[in-house]
């Protein structure tokens, strides 16, 4: 069957073939947006994994300040078993050498020094030190599992006060 061009047939035909084009172009456009898409969130992760690998790499802020007897890197877990330690040994909560923050008393400052005890703790924690390190051979390759070393609780037995 053949048309005349400019007859109703032949402008369906046209108007077909238009949209069928139109359609295939915003195909391709949509698909080009995907890609284009797919590349600038590959790069994002790929850029998002290179500054994790550099600040993994980055060696971290100490987590305590003013620490003049423990290591200061010492980890979160450590100190919180040695601080737990030291109450148990002693009977007394964290409040006994660590002052509250001014303004907000239900919390605790670390850092300042403004109670003696704490000083006098440093001092119990380095007499401990001394006392252990010449009277007690401290390799644990060598020396026997059972040996045992003075520590808070030998002499405050959970007393803030050790007995005279």
């Not at 035909?13 to 139109?22: E, L, M, N, P, W």
């Not at 456009?29 to 980055?58: D, E, N």
């Not at 200061?72 to 030291?86: A, F, N, P, R």
């Not at 907000?104 to 119990?124: G, H, I, P, W």
Request: hydrophobic share 35%.
């Amino acid at each position: 069957m053949t048309t005349k061009q400019g007859s109703p047939a032949s402008t369906m035909g046209q108007a077909t073939s238009r949209r069928v084009a139109t359609s295939v172009i915003n195909q391709t456009a949509i698909v080009t947006q995907m890609a284009q898409l797919r590349i600038y969130i590959t790069f994002l992760i790929l850029a998002s994994l290179a500054i994790l690998g550099v600040s993994a790499t980055k060696q971290r802020e100490p987590i305590y300040k003013n620490l003049q007897i423990l290591p200061k890197d010492i980890s979160e877990k450590d100190m919180d078993s040695i601080m737990l330690s030291y109450t148990k040994a002693l009977g007394m909560g964290c409040g006994f050498c660590h002052n509250p923050v001014e303004g907000f008393e239900d919390s605790l400052d670390y850092v300042t020094d403004k109670n003696e005890m704490k000083e006098n703790a440093r001092q119990m924690m380095r007499m401990t030190i001394d006392i252990n390190s010449k009277y007690f051979y401290f390799d644990k390759k060598v020396k026997p599992v059972y040996l045992k070393t003075v520590h808070c609780l030998t002499c405050h037995k959970g007393e803030p006060y050790p007995a005279e």
